[in-house]
């Protein structure tokens, strides 16, 4: 094992800046941190990607803000979202009545029942733009019966299988008892199918299993929109939604034989699960701010502190020690440079311990910077997200109250 090099380093300016700003916003405690010219830069590319016909449905759990989705609706052009929850689905349908939902999960019958029993009155209108999510034949049935019961035309979206293998239906005898269902109700309408393809980039390039994998999702998908074809008449076919990709596949569609539209948002953000190949063109726009508590000149372990000396002399990457305002979060820390977690004193959600090499130059009150690994759960816990533009904190928006 070869001994560590030296990671420690002058911290970045575009860091500094970050600093400057939260310091002159007098922010003084963990907080998530977008900055706004990168968002916009990351709405452009995917939108530039995008071919003539193409939609681009807004994924809402990734971007759990109401004032962040109203920016990305803006300037992206578009009214469609993904919804996730019962908690997520009420509220966008009260401050977004016009915007179509999708669920990206189907949920059960008794949140369905609840959202419409809850639903305020001048809100009602917006239930008429959700498309449900149907996994099987026996939760159809469960929403047909619903459906019947409450006196509602529900537009129904079928998940297909077309191999991330996570339920949903294949083409084949199962999907076309649910499409004569549904062709028979006067309480369901076809809406469409939505169909995720395997993780693409995380499969090998070896034998051009990546190729296979994404052409046999395709050939499965357009095996399900035939037998829907043979289903339903012509003008139903031209208006369903066809929904596919993710943050992680979108740039393979480029054009709308299978799908008319897609589904995205971590990718504008880009926390670090997402650091591919093919989301290279996306810019790292989020981040986690955190005060520095202790600033310490050594490394001292408590009841092994024997062991300080020698464990410093190999790598020099334990020469100094930060204590930070909160932790254990799932992130990775960015600036300073060289900063890393202490695998022997462990992870804390109080005031985490960080080490760093003998340049680390960081005093108490600055900021330490991390990269989230994904969006969708990290960004709930800070409170309000600071917007950064050109050199300022220039809004504050608040997020979603935390759901699963």
């Known amino acids: 094992m070869s001994k560590p090099s030296d990671k420690s380093g002058p911290r970045d300016a575009y860091y500094l800046e970050l600093q400057a700003a939260l310091t002159k916003a007098n922010i003084a405690q963990p907080t998530l941190v977008i900055d706004r010219a990168r968002l916009n830069a990351n709405i452009d590319t995917l939108v530039g990607h995008l071919p003539d016909g193409m939609g681009y449905r807004i994924v809402a759990k990734s971007l759990p803000s109401i004032g962040l989705i109203e920016h990305i609706r803006s300037r992206a052009a578009t009214d469609r979202l993904m919804t996730f929850n019962l908690p997520m689905l009420s509220e966008l349908s009260q401050?977004?009545?016009?915007?179509?939902?999708?669920?990206?999960?189907?949920?059960?019958?008794?949140?369905?029942?609840?959202?419409?029993?809850?639903?305020?009155?001048?809100?009602?209108?917006?239930?008429?733009?959700?498309?449900?999510?149907?996994?099987?034949?026996?939760?159809?049935?469960?929403?047909?019966?619903?459906?019947?019961?409450?006196?509602?035309?529900?537009?129904?979206?079928?998940?297909?299988?077309?191999?991330?293998?996570?339920?949903?239906?294949?083409?084949?005898?199962?999907?076309?008892?649910?499409?004569?269902?549904?062709?028979?109700?006067?309480?369901?309408?076809?809406?469409?199918?939505?169909?995720?393809?395997?993780?693409?980039?995380?499969?090998?390039?070896?034998?051009?299993?990546?190729?296979?994998?994404?052409?046999?999702?395709?050939?499965?998908?357009?095996?399900?929109?035939?037998?829907?074809?043979?289903?339903?008449?012509?003008?139903?076919?031209?208006?369903?939604?066809?929904?596919?990709?993710?943050?992680?596949?979108?740039?393979?569609?480029?054009?709308?034989?299978?799908?008319?539209?897609?589904?995205?948002?971590?990718?504008?953000?880009?926390?670090?699960?997402?650091?591919?190949?093919?989301?290279?063109?996306?810019?790292?726009?989020?981040?986690?701010?955190?005060?520095?508590?202790?600033?310490?000149?050594?490394?001292?372990?408590?009841?092994?502190?024997?062991?300080?000396?020698?464990?410093?002399?190999?790598?020099?990457?334990?020469?100094?020690?930060?204590?930070?305002?909160?932790?254990?979060?799932?992130?990775?820390p960015v600036d300073p440079p060289g900063l890393s977690y202490n695998s022997t004193f462990g992870r804390s959600s109080n005031q985490e311990m960080l080490n760093g090499g003998p340049d680390l130059d960081i005093a108490a009150d600055e900021f330490v910077f991390f990269r989230p690994h994904q969006s969708e759960a990290v960004f709930l816990q800070f409170g309000d997200i600071a917007v950064y533009d050109d050199g300022e904190i220039v809004d504050m928006w608040p997020v979603f109250e935390a759901s699963a």
């Not at 034949?137 to 469960?142: I, P, T």
């Not at 989020?286 to 000149?297: D, E, Q």
Request: hydrophobic share 40%; aromatic share 10%; glycine share 6%.
């Open 95 to 332: 401050t977004m009545p016009e915007a179509s939902q999708l669920l990206g999960k189907p949920l059960p019958v008794r949140a369905a029942k609840t959202y419409f029993e809850t639903l305020p009155v001048d809100a009602k209108r917006a239930a008429e733009q959700v498309q449900w999510l149907i996994d099987s034949n026996d939760r159809l049935q469960q929403y047909s019966e619903l459906a019947e019961a409450q006196a509602l035309t529900l537009q129904i979206n079928i998940e297909l299988d077309v191999g991330l293998h996570r339920g949903g239906f294949e083409p084949g005898a199962e999907l076309q008892i649910a499409l004569n269902q549904i062709a028979a109700s006067e309480h369901l309408a076809f809406a469409g199918f939505m169909g995720y393809e395997p993780h693409i980039p995380a499969l090998p390039t070896t034998l051009g299993w990546r190729d296979k994998a994404l052409q046999g999702a395709w050939k499965t998908y357009q095996e399900a929109l035939d037998q829907a074809a043979a289903t339903f008449d012509a003008q139903t076919m031209a208006s369903i939604t066809r929904n596919a990709a993710g943050s992680p596949t979108y740039r393979y569609y480029e054009d709308t034989a299978i799908a008319n539209e897609i589904s995205a948002g971590s990718c504008l953000v880009k926390p670090t699960h997402f650091d591919s190949e093919l989301l290279e063109p996306h810019l790292p726009a989020s981040f986690i701010a955190t005060p520095v508590i202790k600033s310490l000149p050594t490394t001292r372990m408590p009841g092994l502190e024997f062991a300080d000396a020698a464990k410093q002399s190999w790598d020099p990457n334990y020469s100094k020690t930060v204590f930070i305002y909160g932790g254990h979060w799932l992130a990775d």
